[in-house]
């Protein structure tokens, strides 16, 4: 012990030339219990308060408990398992980290571009709209893959901004049904297996984190894993995240309402590729399950499915490793632009997100773009918005992920109190995104992406009601739960309308201050149709179905044919194999009824309850009655 106090003593010089830090009292009783109790955290901490790593203060709050052996004790068996874990669970650990955290503060002080030497030009991929022949073919090209495909559900996120308490997974897609959005994905999954799979099975794994994991596992264990088996079934966690950064020496931050803990933050979702390589789930995968693709898609997105088809038949005909579904984008909007970079030295090429600050101005220091991001002929930029679902050629993935073992790169987004940039307004952290793939493709390995409008593919619930409406006001979508729920309907309505069913739209109207067209609202579950492609066996007449504004039509029997339908009013189809010939239902139907506040966080977050006041349910049980909440008021017509 005397040698490692020598070398810890202020007698030592800096490496530096600067003036020798001294060692704190309570910093020598921590490393002499240490030494005794665990060499491996003595090793750790000894390393961390070297003049290489500079976390000198971390046992400064200990100085005030340096007198009291027992608190003193528990105090510094707390923080040095945090320290392991930290340490465990990023790659190459603390040391690794604070190198590059180092690195990464200089730059950002001295304003250094990342994307400097590198050269933008359109990417490679391809735009849809519903309903072309050239939607058509591609998706039928997509659906023959449809049973070989593995998810992955990246949900590491709490609903604490919708004003929800558990995993945002728990919350209802829609409360015509009530699915919520981790039933709806498993549901999908489960209608393509009986679909597609030729009775194999499609594996999901979902990411978690510290405060998802517990509600996630509880809700799957509670609904008896929505009917998935376990083998297909995979958990990996992401962790405590990394330390807070409070300065441009990578100091690591205390937390402020606990000195004697580290302040964390998320490390972001581009862990995932590392878990699925740490964990073996890629492994597992190809030795147990038949997959051509694996997508890769985010908590709260219910129209995350609807184009998978279609991204897979460009990924076919292009060759893609990595696809990325894309919407159209209006110049200098506040989405990253998918470009391709072109490397003036190595002469690398990469097809990847570019952060719209970034952007413009890359796009402005070359000829070709001189004007920087503006919109084309079609009225939109020429690179589309990022909405971060991936899709992955499995066998081109898997050879990536065993060579980069998944780690993804690191970026660091200080923000400074003034100009010096010396003062963080608050401490920040090295983060990673899934996004950024590409950046560890090599020649050959290529990426591009498929476009569609945001109608279809992109409504992601995120923010409170206040939020919501504030973004409104500034004419960029709210993305609340009421929102989110009106999309649903809405991209129902489009696919409908797409193959000549005549569908009307309800008038707009405003939930606690959220603008919504609320209906007709109408849900078909995937195991009746799961893309736009097979709606058309649902209603092979189009033409002949009629659907008014207020109306509910809720389809959940497989084998349903809806030759003719007149519908004003609810109809419910449960039963399988029903076929209807020519229905006209007229009844009172489901209303939502706006509340101002309610006990349920789930209905107070959307603002309305849906009152059943009349309907027509054609059930599971050859039943097919009329139904509601008063002996069906204002009756049904049948015809």
Request: hydrophobic letters at 35%; charged letters at 25%.
């Amino acid at each position: 012990m005397n040698n490692l106090l020598k070398a810890l003593s202020p007698n030592k010089k800096s490496k530096n030339g600067g003036k020798p830090k001294e060692m704190s009292k309570s910093l020598q009783k921590a490393l002499i219990l240490l030494q005794e109790s665990s060499p491996e955290q003595h090793a750790l901490l000894r390393d961390l308060v070297s003049d290489d790593l500079g976390q000198f203060h971390l046992l400064d709050a200990f100085d005030a408990i340096v007198d009291d052996d027992d608190k003193f004790s528990t105090k510094l068996k707390g923080m040095m398992s945090q320290l392991e874990e930290l340490d465990d669970a990023y790659p190459g650990g603390l040391k690794a980290y604070i190198g590059k955290a180092k690195k990464l503060l200089e730059s950002s002080k001295k304003g250094e571009n990342p994307l400097d030497g590198w050269s933008p030009s359109v990417p490679a991929g391809e735009k849809f709209e519903l309903g072309t022949e050239a939607y058509e073919s591609t998706e039928a090209l997509g659906m023959h893959h449809l049973g070989k495909v593995g998810f992955v559900l990246v949900a590491g996120g709490l609903g604490e901004r919708l004003g929800y308490n558990g995993t945002k997974i728990g919350l209802p897609i829609e409360t015509t049904t009530n699915s919520t959005y981790l039933q709806y994905y498993v549901d999908y999954i489960k209608a393509l297996q009986s679909k597609y799979a030729n009775g194999g099975l499609l594996p999901l794994c979902i990411m978690v984190s510290n405060d998802t994991k517990k509600p996630t596992i509880r809700l799957l264990e509670e609904n008896n894993n929505f009917g998935l088996k376990q083998s297909q079934l995979f958990i990996v966690e992401q962790g405590a995240g990394v330390p807070a950064l409070s300065d441009n020496n990578a100091k690591f931050a205390l937390d402020s309402s606990d000195p004697f803990k580290l302040s964390t933050k998320p490390h972001g979702h581009g862990d995932i590729h590392a878990l699925l390589y740490k964990e073996g789930v890629i492994s597992k995968w190809n030795e147990s399950f038949d997959l051509d693709y694996m997508v890769l898609f985010q908590d709260t997105n219910g129209l995350a499915f609807h184009t998978l088809p279609l991204m897979i038949g460009v990924s076919e005909k292009n060759g893609f490793i990595m696809n990325s579904l894309a919407v159209p984008r209006k110049a200098k909007q506040a989405v990253g632009g998918i470009a391709k970079l072109k490397n003036h030295m190595s002469s690398a090429e990469r097809t990847i997100n570019v952060e719209y600050n970034q952007l413009d101005p890359l796009l402005r220091s070359t000829k070709e773009f001189k004007r920087g991001d503006v919109n084309d002929e079609s009225g939109f930029s020429p690179f589309p918005g990022n909405i971060n679902q991936l899709l992955f050629q499995m066998e081109g993935y898997s050879k990536i992920l065993e060579r980069t073992q998944g780690i993804m790169p690191d970026f660091v987004n200080p923000k400074y109190k003034d100009e010096s940039k010396t003062v963080f307004k608050k401490p920040t952290r090295l983060e990673c995104m899934m996004q950024d793939f590409p950046t560890v493709m090599e020649v050959g390995e290529t990426a591009g992406f498929t476009q569609i409008g945001p109608e279809l593919c992109f409504s992601p619930v995120k923010n409170s009601v206040p939020d919501g409406v504030n973004l409104q006001a500034k004419g960029t979508p709210a993305g609340t739960a009421a929102t989110g729920e009106a999309d649903q309907y809405a991209a129902a309505r489009i696919m409908l309308r797409s193959i000549g069913c005549t569908v009307e739209d309800a008038d707009e109207v405003s939930y606690n201050g959220i603008k919504v067209v609320p209906g007709p609202s109408i849900v078909i579950k995937s195991k009746v149709a799961c893309c736009p492609g097979e709606l058309k066996e649902l209603f092979p007449s189009p033409e002949k179905i009629k659907i008014s504004s207020r109306s509910t039509l809720v389809v959940g029997g497989t084998g349903v044919t809806i030759e003719s339908l007149d519908l004003d009013g609810t109809l419910v189809v449960n039963k399988n194999g029903k076929k209807i010939t020519k229905m006209t239902v007229k009844n009172d139907g489901w209303v939502k009824v706006p509340v101002e506040d309610h006990d349920d966080e789930k209905i107070r977050m959307r603002g309305f309850v849906i009152e059943k006041k009349g309907g027509k349910s054609i059930g599971s049980d050859d039943s097919d009655d009329c139904f509601s909440a008063n002996d069906c008021i204002g009756g049904c017509i049948i015809a």
